[in-house]
């Protein structure tokens, strides 16, 4: 039962006694130890450096409702999204759908295979809908303006699903090198099931 919970917990608590707690927020008090969690159980990176320049209120906001936003390429509704969320000045992380990995586990976390699609914190929405956009990031208490600090950087986008290592074995294994063919990149099949 106990490990259930930490399934669902973001963060990783080290109280001062040495007493492990896991929870979806972090600690008020600085004398502890937090380490954001992901998903999978395992410690995330290290968000706090970025979150340490946004002011007090936009902090606070965005580490109780973190804002995610999934796109896709060559999608104007993707790029109508970011952009409001930039001049609204939302501190958020893109993650990018680019195969059908990713549009699995976009389903797993918004229940919707439509892009571009946006979490704060634990509610989500897809399909570009401004005004649905804009009272879901009002409802978390996200400022009208942006209040971001003029030295503030975007984290880049990532990929939502980390790609697989490659296996370089089984070429070895393979023909000699002159009678091999040109080794051609792998490009990914688009990810078929989008919905804009």
Known sequence: MAASG???AQYKVVGPDGKITYTDRPPVAAD?????MRSTGAPAADSSAALASLPLELRQVAQRFPVVLYTTADCPPCEAARRVLRQRGI????RIVTSNDDLQALEQRTSDRALPAMTVGSHATSGWAEGQWTQLLDLAGYPAQSRLPAAYKAPAPA???PPKPV???PAARG???SDAPPAQPDEPPPPSGIRF
């Open 6 to 8: 930490a399934a669902y």
């Open 32 to 36: 502890n130890k937090v380490t954001p």
């Open 91 to 94: 501190p958020f992380s893109e």
């Open 159 to 161: 990929p939502l699903v």
């Open 167 to 169: 296996d370089a074995a």
């Open 175 to 177: 023909r000699a090198p």
